[in-house]
């Protein structure tokens, strides 16, 4: 072990191994956390003993994590679920590993209670970099709550590796994996640009560029083709059923919030025939920025082919 990591250890508090980021937790003896499990794979040891190395991710990183005697619990857990782990950093020839020294499944109720966006699986990105420019967005949010929503709309559940993986279109623009993330942090990058919203208007301008796509999720798959669904139903019509759950919740905290985010995400774009026209300056931005988004990947990838 090195000095400065010893010095990472000495100065790293108990607090701070609590649900750290899992790029952290190399500055602790022991961390505890919940974390998406995304893989395990069973190994035979020397003495012929069985053994398991589950693999967990978060938007940070993903790390392998090593379980002794705990084959017949491992077996029953359910991958990309949410699990509670207690582990420890040990040392063998000079080699640094992980190993768990509490898991459990963790029941819906309490999983809720725990989620962040940090709990999104970076294992699923094709581009880890914009997972740090997402996380950077929603930790400037001011309203716990409107975080939270974010939180119930992408974490646990395939909603979230959808969006993570799925393109903003199949010949238009950001059409390759990864592209419906990569042009939602563009539309809320560009609508914040102009730093027009302040306070709890700002919180909402991003929650709504971030997701006004999110319907995408379930017509678009990560190869770049429609779904079932997708032949059926345009993914605007999907937007308030994903979001469901996560309205319910924000009804309860933040009604006027609620009302205003549901007005953005389904009010008409000018011209439209039908629908309720915008009436707050966040719609008609959000609109102006999906377009400019949109118009300018299309046209710089356009040009890239034509070079």
Same mark, same amino acid.
């Given at each position: *072990?090195?000095n400065?990591h010893n010095?990472q250890? *000495?100065?790293?508090t108990?607090e701070? %191994?609590?649900?750290?980021?899992l790029?952290?937790?190399s500055?602790?003896?022991r961390?505890?956390?919940?974390y998406n499990?995304?893989?395990s794979?069973?190994? &035979?040891?020397?003495?012929?003993k069985a053994?398991w190395?589950?693999?967990l991710?978060d938007i940070?990183?993903s790390?392998?994590?090593y379980c002794?005697n705990m084959?017949?619990f491992i077996?029953?857990?359910t !991958?990309? %679920?949410?699990?509670? &782990?207690?582990?420890? !950093?040990?040392?063998v020839?000079?080699?640094? @590993?992980v190993?768990c020294a509490? +898991?459990?499944?963790?029941?819906?109720?309490? %999983?809720?209670?725990l989620l962040s966006?940090?709990l999104?699986?970076?294992c699923y990105?094709? #581009?880890?970099? *914009?997972l740090?420019?997402?996380?950077?967005l929603?930790?400037?949010l001011?309203?716990r709550h409107?975080s939270r929503?974010i939180?119930d709309?992408?974490?646990?559940s395939d909603?979230?590796?959808?969006?993570l993986?799925?393109?903003?279109?199949l010949?238009h623009? /950001?059409n390759?994996?990864?592209?419906l993330l990569?042009?939602?942090i563009d539309?809320?990058?560009?609508?914040?640009?102009?730093n027009?919203f302040k306070?709890v208007?700002?919180d909402i301008?991003?929650?709504?560029?971030?997701?006004?796509?999110i319907g995408k999720?379930?017509t678009?798959?990560?190869?770049g083709?429609r779904t079932?669904?997708?032949n059926?139903?345009?993914?605007?019509e999907?937007? !308030?059923e994903?979001c469901?759950?996560?309205?319910a919740?924000?009804?309860?905290f933040?009604?006027?919030? #609620? +009302?205003?985010?549901?007005?953005?995400l389904?009010c008409a774009?000018?011209?439209s025939?039908?629908g @309720?026209?915008?009436?707050?300056p &966040?719609?008609s931005?959000?609109?102006i920025?999906?377009?400019?988004s949109?118009?300018? /990947?299309?046209a %710089?990838?356009? +040009?890239a082919?034509i070079?």
């Amino acid at each position: *072990m090195t000095n400065l990591h010893n010095t990472q250890l *000495m100065t790293a508090t108990v607090e701070q %191994s609590i649900q750290p980021l899992l790029t952290e937790v190399s500055s602790f003896k022991r961390f505890k956390g919940a974390y998406n499990l995304v893989d395990s794979t069973e190994r &035979i040891d020397k003495s012929g003993k069985a053994y398991w190395i589950i693999k967990l991710s978060d938007i940070s990183t993903s790390i392998n994590v090593y379980c002794f005697n705990m084959n017949e619990f491992i077996e029953q857990l359910t !991958l990309n %679920s949410i699990v509670h &782990i207690e582990a420890t !950093l040990k040392y063998v020839d000079g080699h640094q @590993y992980v190993r768990c020294a509490f +898991l459990q499944t963790l029941p819906t109720n309490v %999983s809720n209670q725990l989620l962040s966006i940090n709990l999104l699986p970076s294992c699923y990105c094709p #581009a880890p970099e *914009m997972l740090l420019e997402l996380k950077t967005l929603v930790d400037s949010l001011s309203s716990r709550h409107l975080s939270r929503f974010i939180s119930d709309v992408l974490v646990g559940s395939d909603i979230g590796i959808n969006y993570l993986q799925c393109p903003a279109s199949l010949r238009h623009h /950001h059409n390759f994996t990864g592209g419906l993330l990569a042009h939602s942090i563009d539309v809320a990058n560009k609508l914040l640009r102009e730093n027009q919203f302040k306070g709890v208007e700002r919180d909402i301008a991003i929650i709504a560029a971030l997701i006004h796509d999110i319907g995408k999720t379930k017509t678009l798959s990560s190869d770049g083709q429609r779904t079932h669904l997708g032949n059926l139903v345009d993914h605007d019509e999907l937007t !308030l059923e994903i979001c469901a759950k996560a309205f319910a919740r924000l009804d309860k905290f933040e009604p006027k919030s #609620a +009302l205003l985010l549901r007005h953005i995400l389904t009010c008409a774009s000018p011209g439209s025939r039908y629908g @309720y026209e915008a009436i707050t300056p &966040i719609a008609s931005k959000l609109q102006i920025a999906d377009k400019a988004s949109a118009s300018t /990947h299309f046209a %710089s990838s356009t +040009l890239a082919q034509i070079a």
